[in-house]
């Protein structure tokens, strides 16, 4: 049963990951493509912490975390580029 859990979570990630790839192609404005790669850095994290999960691999959770780590300072990186006046594509 964990086994079919596990199959159905990595095909619905990899359907998410599919939509988000589209929406960071098409855009049409800098602040899509943005959020388009903060949801693929957290379906990656989703990716890892289920492959951690299935492979009994407790470290790669530590690899996760940086990761999530790092996806939410470049958010806050960008929302202060914006802020201070930075292109935006939309106006």
Do not use: W
């Amino acid at each position: 049963m964990l086994q079919s859990a596990i199959f159905l979570s990595y095909l619905l990630l990899s359907l998410a990951l599919l939509c988000a790839l589209v929406r960071l192609v098409r855009g049409p404005t800098l602040p899509d493509r943005v959020v388009a790669l903060e949801l693929m850095a957290s379906l990656t994290v989703a990716f890892i912490g289920i492959y951690a999960l299935n492979n009994d691999r407790p470290a790669f959770l530590d690899v996760a975390m940086v990761l999530a780590l790092t996806a939410f300072l470049t958010a806050v990186g960008f929302a202060r580029y914006l802020e201070k006046g930075g292109h935006r594509g939309d106006q």
